[in-house]
């Protein structure tokens, strides 16, 4: 059991698909899990263009 926290901060990859990339890794590792949370950037942090979109993070708690 345990929690998995994956972050990015690249604005080379965009955040739909790292969280793809991140649930697929957990899909492959044949544990069950669930997903707790996704976050970005803070609302006083405001994204205008699609390069802003950098920060990004997930939560995954894996049983067994």
Request: hydrophobic share 40%.
């Amino acid at each position: 059991d345990g929690i998995l926290v994956a972050a990015s901060c690249s604005a080379h990859l965009a955040r739909d698909e790292f969280y793809d990339l991140v649930l697929l890794a957990a899909r492959d590792s044949g544990r069950r899990y669930r997903e707790i949370a996704r976050h970005s950037h803070a609302p006083d942090h405001s994204v205008t263009f699609p390069e802003g979109a950098y920060l990004k993070c997930i939560y995954l708690q894996f049983e067994g």
